[in-house]
């Protein structure tokens, strides 16, 4: 039988101690999830795996400084963003992936900053505003089937399997979404 997982702020000391038992328990609490939010951007068990490990490196080097209110959320953003990084690394020249589906399907909603100048990034911190705004106003189930698909980049099918729902009906859930999101930010002056 397995241990019971460490809690979240025995995990956060281990990083403040700098214990190197601060990763073994992070891989054994949140490893999966973060397996699983590498492996549905990029689809290949070598680049999941490292994105994994540098999920690690990235808590190692950011705990402390930082010390996240919510771990698990915390892990999950970073290795979305490994993820992500590594996706546009592979993928410069060819454009496969569920990643690039995903990312095309919000390309009516969601303005794409042209640079990261000081205004861009002030921009993007509203639009983040916006749409947990956005989200809230979601149906419970809802919210769940545009976060699973344009968080976790999981595809439709599977969404679909998890949320009880077929995939016509998490299509059309996704689809609602992105057009009420993007009458919502546009009611709220954003340029789409």
């Known amino acids: 039988m397995r241990e019971k997982a460490m809690d979240d702020e025995k995990i956060i000391e281990l990083f ?16 999966g999830i ?5 492996w549905n951007i990029l689809g290949n068990e070598e680049d999941t795996q490292e994105c994994v ?8 080097n950011s705990i402390p400084p930082r ?3 919510a771990l698990r959320a915390y892990l999950c953003r970073i290795a979305r963003n490994q993820a992500v990084k590594k996706y546009r690394l592979n993928t410069a020249a060819k454009r496969t992936c569920e990643l690039t589906c995903v990312l095309e399907e919000l390309e009516d909603c969601i303005p794409a900053p042209s640079s990261w100048e000081v205004e861009e990034q002030i921009e993007a911190r509203e639009l983040a505003g916006n749409l947990e705004e956005f989200l809230d106003t979601l149906k419970e189930r809802d919210r769940l089937v545009f976060l699973r698909r344009y ?5 439709v099918k599977s969404i679909s399997r998890e949320c009880g729902v077929t995939e016509h009906h998490a299509a059309v859930i996704l689809e609602r979404s992105r057009k009420k999101l993007k009458c919502f930010l546009e009611e709220r002056g954003v340029r789409i």
Do not use: H, M, V
């Open 53 to 60: 490990n540098d999920t690690y490196l990235g808590a190692w």
């Open 34 to 38: 973060c397996r699983k939010i590498a």
């Open 151 to 155: 968080w976790f980049a999981q595809p």
């Open 67 to 69: 010390r996240p209110g």
């Open 16 to 31: 403040w101690e700098r214990s190197e038992q601060a990763i073994s328990e992070t891989a054994d609490k949140y490893g």
